[in-house]
């Protein structure tokens, strides 16, 4: 099977990786994870809630999803996971996301999901195969100690590990020591690592990241009479001219849509939107200075076609400098950031605070001013180490020209750091799925296979074991 | 997290006799063909030079080293320390990184004594200069 890439050993370990927006799930040994589906799961209202809700009831059981078998039975809500489930249109269906800051908080969404990985993501028997998990480097004791219960209790793994997200990306980067500035999706995280270890006391996190980068585009597009139809709403469209109103026909439904469900569409065509739209200026933006920078273009499902000139540097401006750039009245548009993050530009709470102190909604920090912070925050002695490993990774980190505005960015921002450098894998799956590979590589190794925390181990020292085994 | 990859006895005695007897000038390390122990592959005589040291770090691939380096200071004098080398050029393989970071503290447990620690991914961060600088700064 897979290990050909990396030239592995054969253990057949699987790796998961639950972000707050896609998981990870793949074969230990491969370069990339096989399965990357949202997470995201679709439920419907359960019988009894139907009829407290009085919503329609005949609406819940048709479209039965092939993949979450083995529920539970204290579960009686159909379930929907995996990117094409959900793409398809039904109403009554509460979409949402596992994670809340970094951290999950929905276990039941969470085991959903999971079921789905192990059942239809990979088509695998949990109960063969050893997982590591990547965690988030903030993981709580009870949340690791919940994970390993579950997948040795539940899914009767014959062997588990935990490995923090910030030591498997800064490994796969080569670097034991060095600063960890992951872009996700619903919060950026400053982690800095020494000697292959998270520096918990340092960690910092900020809102500003893809889902906030996608607010802000929506807010912009609302503000521009921009109405964002997702493919779903459009029968047929016509080619229009550039700026014209779109002429398109919409399909009807004989149901209501559910909000989440729209919502999540509509964020498809924002992740879009930022992708082949937005751009880092090199420095600082002006409007003067990038008036001349080339503009582009985008065509919405409806068949709306814009142009965006320096807007399209300014909302990128966004991920630096929020306190100037963002529209703090941008509605969330992700449906995987749970509600706390609609209010994450208020949050009075001190966000930029190890979250693992207070699960705290993390506030809006500029980029370059995280990863400063968090290399501040350390002792004197190891920042000049730190600061020569600055390591970006995650999908947020994929607007172009990031990198590098971030790299000049801290060089003025840290001038005491004479070998400042900022690491940037030039291949976009080496940064969206950093830690994955990370973990991908370590689980292959036949050294790694006296490291797992085994079956028996957990019988015989229980789930507090994980803290000794996965430090 | 670790690789859980061995150490060669071996590299217990040739650091001993580097560190108290000086026999070599610098010592180099890898990860045997299949990944499972780190072993030396190079021991240069005490006359080698710095720059034949460099040149032996490949620019594609990882390693470990340790360096006994003797230097002059214009306020102290003449200085030596023993330098650990993680050599890891960003443009070896991602596989080969995460080994070699994942294996490195299994190395650096049985190397007592080391004064500093260079973590390098290029030529600017195992220049001479630059190296002396940064023991210097930790005199103070």
């Known amino acids: ?119 239809t993501g990979l088509r695998v028997d949990a109960a063969q195969h050893p997982l590591l998990m990547i965690e988030p480097s903030w993981n709580p004791r009870e949340s690791r100690e919940h994970m390993t219960e579950l997948f040795f209790e539940k899914y009767n793994v014959p062997a588990f590990y935990l490995a923090r997200s910030a030591v498997a990306s800064a490994f796969a980067n080569g670097r034991p020591t060095g600063l ?76 209501p849509i559910s909000d989440s469900f729209h919502r999540y569409s509509k964020q498809l065509v924002l992740q879009d939107f930022v992708h082949s739209v937005l751009f880092c200026s090199g420095r600082t933006f002006d409007r003067d200075s990038v008036a001349n920078l080339p503009a582009a273009s985008f065509e919405f499902p409806d068949g709306l076609n814009i142009s965006l000139g320096a807007d399209r540097y300014r909302l990128a401006e966004t991920l630096f400098d929020p306190e100037t750039h963002a529209d703090a009245t941008a509605p969330a548009v992700s449906v995987s950031s749970r509600a706390s993050s609609a209010s994450a530009m208020d949050a009075t709470s001190d966000g930029t605070k190890d979250p693992a102190g207070g699960l705290a ?11 400063t912070a968090a290399i501040n925050s350390c002792d004197v002695d190891v920042r000049p180490s730190i600061g020569s490993s600055v390591i970006v990774v995650g999908g947020g980190s994929l607007v172009r020209g990031l990198p590098e505005r971030l790299d000049a960015e801290l060089r003025m921002a840290l001038p005491a750091i004479s070998k400042l450098k900022t690491v940037a894998s030039g291949l976009s799956v080496e940064r969206m799925f950093s830690s994955w590979i990370g973990g991908s590589i370590l689980a292959s190794l036949g050294s790694f296979q006296q490291m797992w925390m085994s079956k028996q181990e957990y019988e015989e020292s229980g789930k507090a074991y994980i803290e000794k085994k996965c430090v | ?135 210097s700064s930790r005199d103070r």
């Open chain 1, 1 to 119: 099977m897979s290990g050909a890439m990396f030239g592995g050993d054969e253990v057949g370990a699987l790796v998961l990786d639950i972000g707050s927006a896609t998981t990870r799930f793949g074969f230990a040994g491969e370069d990339t994870p096989k399965s990357v589906f949202p997470s995201v799961v679709g439920l419907a209202p359960s019988h009894h809630a139907a009829s407290q809700d009085s919503v329609p009831m005949d609406t819940s059981d048709r479209d039965l999803p092939s993949g979450t078998a083995g529920g539970a039975a204290r579960r009686s809500r159909k379930s929907y996971v995996g990117t094409t489930t959900l793409a398809v249109v039904r109403s009554n269906v509460d979409l949402a996301g596992v994670m809340q800051n970094g951290l999950v908080e929905d276990w039941e969404r969470f085991e959903l999901l999971a079921d789905y990985g192990f059942a």
């Open chain 1, 180 to 255: 960890v500035l992951d872009i996700g999706a619903s919060l950026s995280s400053a982690v800095p690592v020494v000697d292959g270890f998270v520096m918990p006391k340092s960690i910092m996190t900020s809102s500003v990241g893809g889902d906030f980068l996608l607010s802000q585009c929506a807010q912009y597009l609302e503000k521009n009479q921009i109405v964002i139809r997702p493919s779903y709403m459009v029968a047929s469209k016509q080619a229009v001219a550039l700026n014209a109103a779109p002429k398109w026909t919409p399909r009807t439904f004989a149901e």
């Open chain 1, 361 to 371: 909604a993390p506030k809006p920090i500029g980029l370059h001013r995280l990863a």
């Open chain 2, 1 to 135: 997290m670790a690789s859980g990859v061995k150490v060669d006895p071996e590299v217990a005695t040739v650091f001993q006799d580097l560190k108290l007897k000086h026999t070599y000038r610098y010592v180099i390390f890898q990860l045997n063909s299949d990944n499972t122990m780190i072993v030396i592959t190079k021991k240069a005589d005490p006359s080698a030079t710095y720059d034949e040291f460099l040149a032996e770090l490949p620019p594609n691939d990882c390693r470990y080293a340790v360096y006994d380096l003797a230097y002059d200071t214009p306020e102290s004098g003449k200085r030596e320390k023993l330098v650990f080398f993680a050599w890891a050029p960003n443009e070896s393989k991602i596989k080969q990184k995460m080994l070699y970071a994942s294996s490195k503290d299994a190395l650096k447990a049985g190397l007592v004594g080391l004064h500093a620690e260079i973590q390098a991914t290029d030529a600017s961060e195992v220049d001479y200069s630059y190296i002396i600088e940064k023991l």
